[in-house]
């Protein structure tokens, strides 16, 4: 087993799609950023196929130290959990197909004409994003 870096994926994505590394790395740390921005918010990410990323509350409990055996209180935090989506468990199932299974998915997709067009790139203030209009008439 080996382990892939995101600078891996970031050279592999970039000599895939023939884009400049550059443009590759900045949209790869931004979805990653709005993905950890999301999930703080406790917001539920669902990628159709790949999977689903939630926010679980865990309860408070009361653990041992293996070694002391002394009982440590354990508060209670928030944690990630991942659900597995239909393709991910083709691939993870059949790792020599799925490649196959991908391709295949991406084929359906054209067929159904679910995909969007390419939109152009978002107008940039002072090189930020504006935030997304929600349709309340309140500013700031």
């Known amino acids: 087993m080996a382990t892939i870096t995101k600078k891996d994926l970031i050279d592999r ?4 799609t ?3 590394r550059v443009v590759v790395k900045r949209t790869v740390q931004s979805f990653l950023e709005q993905v950890m921005l999301e999930l703080g918010r406790s917001n539920r990410l669902e990628f159709r196929d790949f999977g689903v990323f ?3 509350q865990r309860a408070p ?3 041992q130290n293996p ?3 002394q009982r ?3 508060p209670a935090k928030r944690t990630v959990k991942f659900k597995v989506g239909r393709l991910m468990k083709q691939c993870l199932d059949d ?3 799925c490649h196959e299974f991908i391709l295949s998915a991406a084929e359906a997709d054209e067929d159904d004409g679910s995909h969007a067009e390419v ?3 978002a107008p940039r203030l002072n090189g930020v994003l504006p935030r997304a209009h929600n349709g309340s008439s309140k500013l700031g």
């Open 95 to 97: 790792p020599a197909r």
């Open 72 to 74: 440590v209180e354990v």
């Open 13 to 16: 994505i970039a000599q895939t």
């Open 54 to 56: 939630e926010i679980k």
């Open 67 to 69: 070694k002391t055996l």
């Open 61 to 63: 409990r009361v653990a």
């Open 119 to 121: 939109a152009a790139p």
């Open 18 to 20: 023939g884009q400049r």
